[in-house]
């Protein structure tokens, strides 16, 4: 079996057809597909029982956790998968036409890679699109670990990524933080496995209105811990543990932002002040000064 796709979902019953749909219209013999339910209070059950019936062909499985967010979702799912990669895809995303072909070329074609990903296109509420073409990659691991953690690889996210299932046997997601633990494993992966970055956009990503309020909640709840996560020196080089305090201090400023734009102006400067300490050199980015000294003035 070629991809297991593994699907967490918290009472999203009323996306779960349309993202299993945009998997099963495409050519998927040789694949599975895993829901891990994380503990849905809505008819998410009934859902994949209707879906099941309907697509009695393939192989669909549900599988029902107590809610322990989605990084152990992801893990319980893998944990029973047969594909020899994995596809993660949130309950909310959209295969576009021909993904899996375009996946299915490229694994045979970069074999070696432990990691693919191609682009996406993000949609929001009001129907607004966004591209996100598939970033480089480059053969040094520690320099595809530096550009992921500091500046980002576009196209690199959830739905958009295979992996290959033998990772597993030694990384993991963190399942103890509830947002940004997909950073972690991406991570991780890019800096002790090669990974190829494949043309082309295979996925569409749903963006909501309210992600930011409900993401911050959980950033609060996780605080600074996915740091420690993501630098473990049982994982990472000593050059790649290096950029720890540039991280540290980024990821700190990215904090600030959000407190600032929902108007938590005292939680804004105390990470503002957090990263400046960190990483001094940081206070000239003047779009994050701009913002603390207006929070300074709207005390």
């Not at 991809?3 to 349309?18: A, D, H, Q, T």
């Not at 963006?207 to 996915?226: P, V």
Request: hydrophobic share 35%; proline share 2%; charged share 25%.
């Amino acid at each position: 079996m070629k991809f297991s796709f593994i699907i967490p979902s918290y009472n999203y019953s009323r996306f779960l057809k349309r993202c299993i749909q945009s998997i099963i219209s495409q050519d998927c013999k040789s694949c599975e597909i895993i829901i891990v339910d994380d503990g849905s209070t809505d008819n998410t059950r009934e859902v994949i029982a209707d879906i099941c019936r309907q697509y009695s062909d393939s192989i669909i499985i549900y599988k029902y956790q107590d809610n322990s967010g989605p990084a152990a979702a992801r893990n319980n799912g893998t944990s029973i998968s047969r594909g020899d990669y994995i596809w993660f895809i949130d309950a909310d995303d959209i295969l576009l036409d021909d993904a899996v072909k375009v996946m299915s070329d490229a694994v045979e074609k970069f074999s070696e890679a432990k990691l693919l990903f191609s682009g996406y296109r993000s949609v929001n509420e009001e129907g607004k699109q966004r591209l996100h073409k598939h970033g480089t990659i480059r053969k040094s691991r520690t320099t595809n670990f530096r550009q992921y953690v500091l500046n980002g690889i576009e196209g690199l996210t959830t739905g958009s990524v295979v992996v290959k299932k033998e990772v597993f046997e030694s990384l993991s997601f963190p399942h103890d933080i509830y947002t940004n633990e997909d950073i972690v494993f991406f991570s991780h992966l890019l800096a002790t496995y090669p990974a190829a970055s494949i043309p082309g956009i295979i996925l569409e990503k749903f963006r909501h209105r309210n992600s930011l309020r409900r993401n911050l909640k959980r950033i609060q709840e996780t605080g600074l811990r996915m740091v420690d996560y993501l630098f473990d020196r049982n994982i990472l080089k000593s050059e790649q543990m290096r950029l720890r305090r540039v991280f540290l201090a980024k990821r700190c400023l990215s904090i600030f932002r959000s407190h600032y734009l929902l108007g938590d102006y005292q939680s804004a400067r105390r990470y503002y002040q957090s990263a400046i300490r960190e990483y001094p050199l940081l206070i000239f980015k003047w779009s994050y000064l701009r913002k603390y000294l207006k929070s300074s003035i709207g005390k």
